[in-house]
């Protein structure tokens, strides 16, 4: 079966400072991966997605970036944090075929507060 | 292009009373159709998906939903609420047949479930 691993599962960062959350994925190959930010009491908002290796499409400007080096991991980074990354940070994977969109996968999410 | 709507932010009901939870889309193509879980500081769960198959749609948990073409809605409906839904759900839609890769995601109803 598949499974889907985030970590750190919780973060406290001072502002200025650099960050990398991980996620992997196992069971599959191939899969589209995700990245999410949720707000305190608010919906999710699409960062990155990855339909291939090397391939990251942004979807709002900001000072963070995606990388996937590898099939089934997927990197949000940032160079230096600002107040406003503080949110609850989602990775997730799916499928979508010519036949429509496949359920999408969530990870437990990482907590990150920036002070 | 493809939007949904969550029309209540909030809703309430007593514990063993029904839940109706409502969501419109709007899509130019077939769409695909999700309902999501979400208990605090957990990642997102699937309670049931719509893939132009049936149009009544049984999840987990007792959960049921209702493709309604003509009126673009997919409902999400509980017979009976337990104290243990109490949470947020998500109404997401994805025109995976389009050629998109993304998942467009309502803006969440807070479940609260009443003693």
């Known amino acids: 079966s598949q499974t889907i691993h985030q970590w750190p599962a919780t973060l406290v960062q001072p502002v200025g400072s650099p960050l990398s959350l991980e996620c992997t994925v196992e069971g599959t190959s191939n899969p589209n991966l995700y990245w999410y930010r949720q707000a305190a009491g608010r919906g999710l908002q699409l960062l990155f997605y990855?339909?291939?290796?090397?391939?990251i499409s942004s979807e709002v400007p900001q000072n963070l970036s995606a990388s996937r080096p590898q099939d089934r991991q997927f990197i949000l980074s940032s160079k230096k944090l600002l107040l406003s990354d503080s949110g609850f940070y989602l990775c997730?994977?799916?499928?979508?075929?010519?036949?429509?969109?496949?359920?999408?996968?969530f990870g437990p999410g990482t907590r990150l507060t920036v002070t | 292009a493809q939007s949904v709507t969550q029309l209540d932010s909030h809703v309430s009901v007593s514990e063993g009373t029904p839940v109706l939870l409502r969501c419109n889309y709007s899509?130019?193509?077939?769409?695909?159709l999700f309902w999501y879980v979400q208990h605090p500081n957990k990642g997102l769960q699937l309670l049931l998906k719509y893939t132009s198959a049936a149009t009544l749609v049984k999840g987990i948990n007792g959960f049921e939903a209702e493709f309604k073409k003509s009126e673009t809605s997919f409902h999400l409906t509980k017979p009976s609420a337990h104290m243990s839904d109490a949470a947020e759900y998500f109404c997401v839609v994805s025109d995976g047949a389009s050629g998109t890769y993304k998942y467009i995601f309502g803006t969440g109803t807070r479940l609260k479930v009443l003693a």
């Open positions: 899509s130019s193509y077939s769409p695909s």
């Open positions: 990855s339909v291939g290796i090397g391939q």
């Open positions: 997730a994977w799916s499928f979508i075929t010519g036949l429509g969109a496949y359920e999408q996968y």
